[in-house]
Structure formats: C-alpha cells, structure tokens
C-alpha cells in the first residue's frame, strides 16, 4: 500500500524558508516521478515541482530560483526547499505520484507566509 507523509510545514514571515518533505512508502522513489503541487484558499491545485527517477528536476515558473526538489534514496523521502517565500506562496504543499493503475497523494501540509 503507498502512502505519501507530508511534513514541514509552517509559520514563516515574508522572506523566510522552509523545507518540506514527503515520507514515501509501499513504492521506491527513486522508480518514480515524484511531483509537489500546492492549493491557496479558493485557488485550484497548481503544480510547483518534480523529480523524475532519472533525478531531472523542473519546477513551475512562480517558484523558479526560489524552490529546489531533491531527493533522498536511502530514506526514500523527497524534499522541496523553498526560500525566499512570500505571502503568495500561502497553501498547503501535496505531495504526488503516479503509480499505476492510480495516483496518490499525500495529506498536505500548510505553509503560511506572514508578518
């Protein structure tokens, strides 16, 4: 059974970071394309970030140059380090993966941006 852990999440002031990560289990990371997305309140999911099994990397051009996804094999946890945050950048953090038939996310976890 795959389950995604979200943790990291937060009260951070406008400028601050975080790093956010997602505990995989019942699948390898390393075998799949793990992709972060976000929700801020009243918006639709958006993508933010992912990382293939070949390790490539791609992130959405809201975050470009701010967020950095990376991953950990021998903890089989994917991360996303977000610096530079600002109040747009208020949602809560999924994580994601496809693994066939089905996808699966995570539960989430909040991060606020605020003074």
């Known amino acids: 059974q795959v389950q995604l852990v979200e943790s990291g999440g937060g009260l951070v002031q406008p400028g601050g970071s975080l790093r956010l990560s997602c505990a995989a289990s019942?699948?390898?990371?390393?075998?799949?394309?793990v992709n972060w997305y976000r929700q801020a309140p009243g918006k639709q999911r958006e993508w933010v970030a992912s990382?293939?099994?070949?390790?490539?990397?791609n992130d959405a051009d809201s975050v470009k140059g701010r967020f950095t996804i990376s991953r950990d094999n021998a903890k089989n946890t994917v991360y996303l380090q977000m610096n530079s945050l600002n109040p747009e950048d208020t949602a809560v953090y999924y994580c994601?993966?496809?693994?066939?038939?089905?996808?699966?996310w995570g539960q989430g976890t909040q991060v606020t941006v605020s003074s």
């Open positions: 990382i293939s099994s070949e390790s490539r990397t």
């Open positions: 019942g699948v390898i990371v390393t075998t799949k394309t």
């Open positions: 994601h993966l496809f693994y066939s038939p089905r996808t699966y």
